[in-house]
């Protein structure tokens, strides 16, 4: 079984819709990370958590907003969906104790707003 | 202004030849750097990994290189197999949170 396990794996959804983006893991890492994937731009990151209390903005947060329901949980959402929100969407865990951050991804979600 | 990049978008290597993947970076602030491998369909996974205090970290066919003074990242693997192709990733971190990741290089192993 998958450790980093993402849902919806596909989405197309239209401009103006509230969509959410859950990840789940089974690591038992206490942090984990939203990136959405665009070609040629590599991974950026939207936002990150370091705890169930604690929500950090990435490089790329506006439009977009987290919850971290429990330590194995972390949703993404679009509060209202646009065509440039068209991506490849990918969830990670870290644990605190790695110095190198080494982070462990989900498959992915392809999101597509028309 | 992208703070790591990586120049060459795709790379083709005959099977048991070496491949060399590069990332230049600005920032002097970056603690780790890491190579990460995505297939279609996946998720990207760790690869290998080196201080800023190491010029050098080898494991098996993978080897990554770091020149703190060129601010320059390289991977190289030998020899080449067709399994390797994927896109490579780099990705720099520090203590304070910086997490960039480059832009990525399709890598091709020719049979």
């Known amino acids: 079984d998958a450790d980093v396990t993402q849902t919806p794996r596909n989405r197309i959804t239209k401009t103006g819709k509230r969509i959410m983006l859950e990840c789940s893991q089974t690591k038992g890492h206490d942090r984990m990370y939203w990136y959405r994937q665009d070609p040629g731009l590599g991974l950026r990151l939207i936002y990150y958590s370091f705890d169930v209390k604690d929500i950090n903005k990435g490089e790329i947060s506006d439009g977009y907003s987290v919850s971290r329901q429990a330590q194995a949980k972390f949703s993404l959402s679009l509060e209202s969906a646009i065509p440039n929100q068209t991506a490849l969407y990918f969830c990670a865990t870290s644990d605190f104790r790695s110095s190198y951050n080494e982070q462990f991804f989900g498959p992915g979600t392809r999101l597509t707003v028309l | 202004d992208q703070q790591v990049k990586q120049n060459s978008p795709s790379l083709s290597v005959q099977e048991g030849r070496i491949s060399i993947l590069n990332c230049d970076y600005t920032n002097s602030m970056f603690d780790y750097f890491l190579w990460y491998k995505k297939y279609p369909a996946e998720g990207p996974t760790f690869l290998i990994s080196?201080?800023?205090?190491?010029d050098k970290n080898e494991d098996g066919r993978f080897t990554v290189f770091l020149n703190k003074s060129a601010k320059h990242l390289s991977l190289h693997i030998v020899p080449s197999q067709p399994g390797d192709s994927a896109v490579y990733f780099c990705?720099?971190?520090?203590?304070?949170?910086?997490?960039?990741f480059g832009g990525g290089t399709r890598l091709m192993v020719k049979p």
């Open positions: 990705f720099f971190n520090n203590a304070g949170n910086m997490l960039t």
């Open positions: 080196i201080s800023s205090i190491k």
